[in-house]
C-alpha cells in the first residue's frame, strides 16, 4: 500500500507501482471521476467467509498471547483483516498468519513505547483491540506498565488516528480497592486493571471494555496452573481456605474472543463494560478435585490432599525462588497470582452487574 500510487485519471485507472511499469487498466464509467477510497472498509466483498472481506480492519495488540490466537481465528474466518504488531521475534508470532486468507495477516513490528511504530501499526484500521495484559512485573515494564500506561497509550493514539472502535481487555474484579488474602495491599493486577479501564475510557470514551473471568481452553493459564508440579508440595496442594470460600465462574476463552468479534460490528457495544463469565459457578475446591481425578491423580490411587494456603510453609520459599526469574515465573506461579485466584469475591457479589453478551455467528 505504501509504495503504491493509484492515480485516477477521466479515462483509465493507472497503478503505479514503485519500481514497476505502471498498469493502465480502463474505465468503463461515463459518469463523473470515480470517489477516492477513503477507508478500507467501504471495500466489503464477498459473503463473510474466510475468503470475503466484511470490512473490518482489525490491529490487535497482545496477540502473541493465549487469548491472540482464539481472537485472530474467529477475526479471519470472517475475512476481517488483521494487523498483528509484535516485539521480539517474528518467528513467535508468525504461525498466526494462518489465521486469515492469504494477504489478510500483516505484521509489523513495534515498541510498546514508541508512538511512531504504534501509529503505522493502526493506520489503515479501523477496530483496535488491545490484548496487552500482565499479571507479574519483567525487567523493563511494571505491571502498572502493561495494564495502565501501554493501553492508554494506545487509546490515545487510536483516537488521534480516527479509529473507529477501541477494544479493551480488562479482567473480572477489576477493583480500586482489592482485598488482601495473601500479598500485603492485595491485588495489583486488579487495581492496575481497573486504573487501565478509566485510563483507556478518558483517552477513548467510546472504547468497549470485557472483563472476563478465568478463561480456559487449550494452552490456558487456569486449569495448568493448579496441574503444574512446581504449585504441589509432592501430592498436596495448598489453596486459601482449602479453596472452600472461592467461587470460580470459568469461561471458555473462544467464547470470550467470539464475543470479542461480535462486538467490533456492533455499534451498540460502544462505551459499555461487559463482564465475561461462563454459564456455571463453582466452588474451587470441587474444581480442583475434579481436575485431580480426570488427570488420575485423584485422592485413593494418589494421594492428592488440599490444605490451607495460610499455613503453607513451603509456598513463600517457592516464591522467592521464582522471584528470582523476574519474567519467566516457572508454574505462572507468582505472588500476584496467588493472591488473585484468592479471591473470595469471585463473580458471586457482582452477579447482579453481569451483562451478557450476545454472541452473534
Ligand atoms: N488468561 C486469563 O485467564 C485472563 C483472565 C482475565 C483477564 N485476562 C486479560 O486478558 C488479556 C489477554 O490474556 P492472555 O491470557 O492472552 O495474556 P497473555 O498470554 O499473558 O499475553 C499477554 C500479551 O500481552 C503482551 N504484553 C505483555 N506485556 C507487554 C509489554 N510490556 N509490552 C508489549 N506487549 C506486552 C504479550 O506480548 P509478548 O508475547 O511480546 O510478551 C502478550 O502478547 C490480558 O490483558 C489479560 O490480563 C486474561
Redesign the pocket.
Known sequence: MACTSMILSKSSLIIRTQGLPAISVACYSTGPDPRPIKSLSLLKKGTGGRSSFNGVVATVF???????SYLCNKLGKQGSQIIIP???NFY?VRDLRLCGDLGQVLFQPYH?RNDDEIRKAIKYSNVVIN?????FA?KN?TIA??NVE?PARLARLSKEMGVEKFIH?S??NADPNPPTYYISGGSQFYRTKYQGEKEVLREFPEATIFR????YGSG???LRYYGHMWRHVFRKLAVYKKGEETIKQPVYVGDVAAAIVAACKDPDAAGKIYQAVGPKRYLLSELLDWFHVVMKKGEPDYGYYRYDLRYDPVMPLKLFINGLFPGYPMGHLTPERVERVSNRKSTSEIWRSVVRVQVKS
Open positions: 497482545g496477540a502473541s498471547g493465549y487469548m491472540g509484535y516485539r521480539g513467535d510498546p490484548l496487552i495484559g500482565r499479571e519483567t515494564f506498565d502493561a501501554i481487555i479482567a473480572l472476563p473471568s478465568d478463561m490456558d493459564k487456569f
